[in-house]
């Protein structure tokens, strides 16, 4: 059985990139403009709130975990913030991977464990695109043991330590992404996955992929009628059918091209493409070069 959250979180090949314990009191307001990197934050004491650009203000209280595959600019602050038009606080260092905001002089109200991590795989961009935008868990202690575990192994420096946090990593994303309220998250694999009917037709075509399909041959698979499947289909994962198929069919032939020295026919027809010539004018279009291009830079 094709598992498609599985693929999807192996071909990322998280990795992580920074950890720390940030501990804070009074009131206070830390804005983050990021490079579009996976950030994930754990409330483990008090409360705060996150503001991400474009979505409504989310409260944390303790036990949260809250989960941006791809973090652009928001903004943490206390439970009451300060006012609009006072200064940004900036968290002082007091020792690798230890950040305090506000008075040291005053015991902790808010406590959390934030991590940064990266995406290995040259298609991650495809892949994060069919992801939630952001994911907020409430009181889930799996999540709560595995930060803390990731932490751990990002200040020690332990045999096999790559390896290790990559493992810890995957299994974060996916219980993460598993563990969500599908009720109020935004449009994505995992609503689409979460809908019986829809994730017959998505497991498909992961089992699949280099079969011609067509959106009527997709509903059948759901047991929908073409039109209901197309809008329920998008309504859920927020593209169409077939612009799904082909953001995974490109993800696919990156990890391909990417050394496995694989000719491009041989990828073509693992993808789906019954010549070399259609496969390459679809991966330029979608990609912003040919294949062979793409597959002679990965070896650099």
Known sequence: MIDPLAEMVSLLQPQAAFSKRARANGRWRVNRSETGQPFYCLVLEGRGQLKMKGHDLIALEQGDFVLIPAAWEFCMTSAEPPASDAPETLPQMLGPGEFWIGDLQQPAEVQTLIGYCQFGAP????????????????????LATLVQLVMDECRAQRPARHVVLERLLELLLIE???????????????????????????????????????????????????????????EAVGVAPMVYLLTWRMALAKNLLRGKNMAVADVAERVGYRSASAFSVAFTRYVGQPPAWFAAGQDL
């Open 176 to 234: 993460a992404l598993r563990s969500m309220p599908i009720c109020n998250t935004s449009p994505g694999v995992m609503r689409g996955l979460a809908d019986e009917r829809l994730a017959s037709a998505i497991r498909e075509m992961h089992a699949n992929p280099a079969h011609s399909w067509t959106v009527a041959q997709l509903a059948k698979a759901a047991a929908l009628s073409r039109s209901a499947f197309f809008v329920r289909f998008r």
């Open 123 to 142: 298609d991650a961009g495809l892949i994060v695109s069919l992801l939630p935008q952001f994911i907020h868990i409430r009181g889930e202690s799996r």
